[in-house]
């Protein structure tokens, strides 16, 4: 569905992707892992056409991604993005930001957006908070009405911009648990995270990133339970330790609810 063939992206003199090359098919779920900086993010925004690059190709079902294209707007719908902050309209209820995208670009009508839009809410936990405020919400409510607005659009497939950083650690669970369904329903997903008890749990695959370029790419239990290149087995030690609890339990891992 989603062909990244050796993508480079400069900002200024800066080049922040190397020659990135990555395929993701229908139903799959792939996580993008590394340090900041690495290029996680920008392979995002290039996917999404929220960014231009300079060199390579991006397609999605064979289209083209071009950030200056007439099109890119009609292609955004069919690929959503959820980021770190909620970008929710504040003036607004939860209920009108899920409905505003499915009105006013895909020309829905008022109730059958309504209605369908409740249903998401009911499925993201939240139907009864549809006359709530952004402003009324918990990070985690917020986050989850975000990914809401994003499968309003009916989507083929969601990008998730690193989507519990923004969010304090008890939160973190219920907005994983949405994705983990999602993942279940069969929704292509592309996961930047550092989360690797989820990655480990719900990818199909793992791409590990280095200074703009993939290091290692693999199934999740074997990136993630036996890499082979240093930079990943560093990466993977650094992330963990800190995060090893009083209880011996790991802050970033996923307890099923």
Partial sequence: MIEVKQIHKCFGKHEVLKGVSLQVAQGEV????????????????????????????????????????????????????????FNLFPHRTVLENVVEGPIFVNRIAPDVAKKSAMALLEKVGLAQRADSYPSQLSGGQQQRVAIARALAMQPQAILFDEPTSALD????????????????????????????????????????LHS??????????????????????????????????EQGGHQGMVVTP
């Fill in 30 to 85: 792939v996580c993008l892992i590394g340090p900041s900086g690495s290029g996680k993010s920008t392979v995002l925004r290039c996917i999404n056409g929220l960014e231009t690059y300079e060199a390579g190709e991006i397609l999605i079902n064979g289209q083209r991604v071009d950030s200056m294209s007439p099109s890119i707007h009609q292609l955004r719908t069919r690929v959503g993005m959820v980021f770190q902050r």
């Fill in 169 to 208: 650690p008890e939160l973190v669970g219920e907005v994983l648990a949405v994705m983990r369904t999602l993942a279940a329903d069969g929704m292509t997903m592309i996961v930047v995270t550092h989360e690797m008890g989820f990655a480990k749990e719900v990818a199909d695959r793992v791409c590990f």
């Fill in 212 to 245: 703009g370029t993939i290091v290692e790419e693999g199934p999740a239990k074997d990136v993630l339970g036996a890499p082979q290149h240093a930079r990943t087995k560093d990466f993977l030690r650094r992330i963990l330790a800190p995060q090893v609890g």
